[in-house]
T-cell receptor
Framework: ETGVTQSPTHLIKTRGQQVTLRCSSQ?????VSWYQQALGQGPQFIFQ???????GRGNFPPRFSGLQFPNYSSELNVNALELDDSALYLC???????????FGSGTRLTVV | KQEVTQIPAALSVPEGENLVLNCSFTDSAIYNLQWFRQDPGKGLTSLLL?????REQTSGRLNASLDKSSGRSTLYIAASQPGDSATYLCAVETGGGNKLTFGTGTQLKVEL
């Protein structure tokens, strides 16, 4: 059974650029969620995808968008990067409300 | 709006001590509560999941309890070891079962 894998592990972007982060869900899981974790803070919910549709969104602007694919993998896209977008981005997969969430190792995004 | 608080924010103990980490939440209408461990700069490792109908869960030296009515959970770690040093995060699932709300964590250091 494979866990949740995220790529890339680290990324440096310039303010104003766009970035795409990728996540492969754990085998058997059909739901993917994305979280942003600033230094010293708890993760903040960005959005969740179920059956390729957004199923809930946190307090993040529209320049944060996502996709879920038929194999349940997912992408997080962020446009017009700002310095405050620098954070650890965590992907989590689950089986639609059962058995809790499994997290990946995260992508460290630095915006300069 | 669900808010999760963890006390203490940081804790330093000698090896072998038993310790208790506390988590409180404002909205008792939760689906479940999950405890995670996070090593510096890494992703989240799930430790214990307590469904809303359960009172406690145990795994090895870890025991987590849940009191929904009072909005509290505790994570008990027996016979602490230096390898237990990490940040421990508590998260509750609410909002229709599609998001986790996290506390800011307890940073634990177990010294030799």
């Amino acid at each position: 059974e494979t866990g949740v894998t995220q790529s890339p592990t680290h990324l440096i972007k310039t303010r104003g650029q766009q970035v795409t982060l990728r996540c492969s869900s754990q085998s058997g899981h059909n739901t993917v969620s994305w979280y942003q974790q600033a230094l010293g803070q708890g993760p903040q919910f960005i959005f969740q995808y179920y059956r390729e549709e957004e199923n809930g969104r946190g307090n993040f602007p529209p320049r944060f968008s996502g996709l879920q694919f038929p194999n349940y993998s997912s992408e997080l896209n962020v446009n017009a990067l700002e310095l405050d977008d620098s954070a650890l981005y965590l992907c989590a997969s689950s089986l639609r409300g059962l058995y809790g969430y499994t997290f990946g190792s995260g992508t460290r995004l630095t915006v300069v | 709006k669900q808010e999760v608080t963890q006390i203490p924010a940081a804790l330093s103990v000698p090896e072998g001590e038993n310790l208790v980490l506390n988590c409180s939440f404002t909205d008792s209408a939760i689906y479940n509560l999950q405890w995670f461990r996070q090593d510096p700069g890494k992703g989240l490792t799930s430790l214990l999941l307590i469904q809303s109908s359960q009172r406690e869960q145990t795994s090895g030296r870890l025991n987590a309890s849940l009191d929904k009515s009072s909005g509290r959970s505790t994570l008990y770690i027996a016979a602490s070891q230096p390898g237990d040093s990490a940040t421990y995060l508590c998260a509750v699932e609410t909002g229709g079962g599609n998001k986790l709300t996290f506390g800011t964590g307890t940073q634990l250091k177990v010294e030799l």
